[in-house]
């Protein structure tokens, strides 16, 4: 079992940052691929950001591509999303998700609240 607690979310004005953080509970955490999904209220949620185990090769939905970078510290056990150029429609709960290459993403966070206001 391996749980997720995100943390950095809050409100931000647009055009500003934040960086989210989301720490897992499991020292081989490097060896899991994560993602960051967002879901707005009456939206389904969406994928937003992904990275492979081991620091590998990145992904990322069209909406935040060029302006959100996904990285982890596997020191740290986390996996950051850094989000630049806030816009309204990017406001969401972000929830961040893992699993073992090839199990998909098994395990979910709580989710952290980002209020964008225009």
């Known amino acids: 079992q391996v749980q997720l607690v995100e943390s950095g979310g809050g409100l931000v004005q647009a055009g500003g940052s934040l960086r989210l953080s989301c720490a897992a509970s499991?020292?081989?955490?490097?060896?899991?691929?994560v993602g960051w999904f967002r879901q707005a209220p009456g939206k389904q949620r969406e994928f937003v950001a992904g990275?492979?185990?081991?620091?590998?090769?990145?992904s990322y939905a069209d909406p935040v591509r060029g302006r959100f970078t996904i990285s982890r510290d596997n020191a740290k056990n986390t996996v950051y999303l850094q989000m630049n150029s806030l816009k309204p429609e990017d406001m969401a709960v972000y929830y961040c998700?893992?699993?073992?290459?090839?199990?998909?993403?098994?395990?979910w966070g709580q989710g952290t609240q980002v209020t964008v206001s225009s």
């Open positions: 998700a893992t699993g073992l290459p090839g199990e998909g993403y098994k395990y």
């Open positions: 499991v020292r081989t955490f490097s060896n899991y691929v």
């Open positions: 990275i492979r185990s081991n620091g590998g090769s990145t």
